[in-house]
């Protein structure tokens, strides 16, 4: 079995839901960046809606693995390893 450690850098309200602005999670079971966000989400279930419609990613949700940007299917391929940091984040807009 697969078990690592993946840093989570969360912003605004995923932040606000989790109540805090990283997060270490234990993943155990799979290891693409689809399965260290489900793990993420068994810890702190009410940003699944804030995070996910239809069973899929929203769109505005943006994913960066070590500091790169991950973009649609790379999020359910694209692999992790122990000691990895993922950051999420929605949209930020201003005027």
């Known amino acids: ?12 309200n995923f932040r606000e839901a989790a109540k805090q602005k990283d ?4 993943v155990s079971g799979g290891n ?12 702190y279930p009410a940003m699944e809606p804030m995070m996910f419609q239809d ?16 973009k649609g299917e790379q999020i359910a391929s694209m692999t992790v390893k122990d000691g990895d940091e993922i950051a ?8």
């Open 1 to 12: 079995m697969i078990f690592m450690m993946i840093r989570f850098r969360l912003f605004a």
């Open 23 to 26: 997060v270490d999670v234990a």
């Open 32 to 43: 693409t960046i689809s399965d260290a966000i489900k793990a993420l989400l068994a810890r």
């Open 55 to 70: 069973g899929r990613l929203k769109q505005y949700v943006n994913v960066l693995l070590n500091g790169q940007t991950v």
């Open 88 to 95: 999420l984040f929605p949209p930020v807009s201003g005027g």
